[in-house]
């Protein structure tokens, strides 16, 4: 085991999930020093940016870590205090791989929630935002694009060259899931996706806990018509199972706005659903909390579980019905096992454990979610 080739970048976007990759990595290999090599991220009055790497990095597999969504970083324009948007981390991602100028043995980067992942597939006269970093990325000659839960994993059709490793949180969530809540019954539980899209992700949710009913919504949308970006929804109907006095699981990759998926806890608790708790892997709050501190106190929502993949403002994480799981300790074996050069295919097919009272469950599907 080479300790001494494994060197990390991690932007201030994602300081404290790096530090503690970076801990987890140390207690892995038994030595106290640092793998993050200290960088500069410059912003001058102008707006524009540079970055400068303060050690040597010559014949090191370096991991860049960044999460692009952090809307918490800020910066001056022409005496203007400027949030910074995810295309200002994905251009300071790709300053950083030319700030290390072929002088790296390997250059992998990880982006936990995947930038533009939304923007995957073209209607019309439309830029297809998400191909085209990923061809950049490839272009400047990154090895290897680490990322989670991606909302489309198609989308890596984009590259020929670069590796695309997508992975899934989904055993670690429901490992802090089972140990946090008192679920009397699983049998009286139901995992419920809120599209029809989400539905493998409910199904292997279901299979993980050995709960027998699983459904979903159909939702439709005006596609005539663009609200904030999107199209409306106009219809969400449900399909499945009598929900009177279970309690639900509603499993989706990401929480926006929070209206969708809202939506789909209001008509649940109107059909009678007991407890009801929202779990998905990223949670970005678009609009604030405000309209879950509602549905929490009319009782509508018992719960919302999410990772700390992504950042989320410590005013939320105070709030009574959040929950963050802590995915540090999984990229620290993702980032030793590739720079080490083994396989990785353990982690994502083994067959995790979720323990719920005196049962132990064992995972069916090859998938991990």
């Known amino acids: 085991m080479d300790s001494d080739n494994l060197r990390l970048i991690v932007f201030k976007n994602c300081i404290d999930l790096g530090r503690k990759v970076d801990m987890h990595i140390q207690e892995k290999r038994g030595i106290s020093k640092s793998f993050i090599v200290p960088i500069k991220e410059v912003r001058f009055n102008n707006g524009e940016g540079k970055i400068s790497i303060d050690d040597t990095i010559r014949d090191k597999d370096v991991y860049i870590l960044s999460d692009t969504q952090n809307h918490h970083i800020t910066y001056k324009m022409y005496n203007y205090i400027n949030h910074m948007s995810p295309d200002d981390h994905f251009l300071d991602i790709k300053r950083t791989i030319s700030a290390i100028n072929c002088q790296a043995n390997s250059i992998h980067v990880i982006e936990p929630l995947l930038y533009a992942s939304r923007q995957h597939q073209r209607n019309g006269r439309e830029s297809l935002d998400c191909a085209m970093a990923l061809q950049d990325l490839e272009d400047m000659g990154v090895k290897t694009l680490i990322t989670f839960d991606a ?157 700390n993949l992504t950042y989320v403002d410590d005013t939320i994480k105070k709030r009574k019905w959040f929950s963050e799981v802590d995915c540090s300790l999984y990229i620290a074996e993702i980032i030793d096992r590739l720079s080490n050069h083994q396989s990785i295919s353990d982690i994502i097919n083994k067959k995790e454990i979720v323990k719920i009272r005196k049962r132990t469950l064992w995972e069916d599907d090859n998938d991990v979610f």
């Open 151 to 307: 909302h489309d994993p198609k989308a890596q059709m984009a590259v020929k060259r670069m590796g695309f490793e997508n992975f899934y949180p989904s055993n670690t969530m429901l490992n802090y899931f089972v140990s946090n809540e008192n679920i009397g019954d699983y049998e009286n539980l139901i995992v419920i996706s809120p599209d029809y899209g989400a539905m493998k992700r409910a199904r292997i949710y279901a299979d993980m806990l050995k709960v027998k009913e699983i459904g979903f919504f159909d939702k439709r949308r005006d596609y005539s018509k663009i609200v904030n970006g999107k199209n409306p929804i106009i219809e969400h109907k449900y399909i499945g199972g009598d929900v009177s006095s279970k309690d639900i699981i509603i499993v989706d990759d990401m929480i926006a706005s929070g209206g969708s998926i809202l939506d789909v806890a209001k008509q649940l608790k109107e059909k009678g659903a007991n407890k009801i708790f929202l779990m998905a892997t990223f949670a970005l709050f678009t609009n604030g909390y405000e309209i879950f501190d509602e549905y929490y106190d009319k009782g509508i929502i018992n719960r919302i579980y999410t990772t």
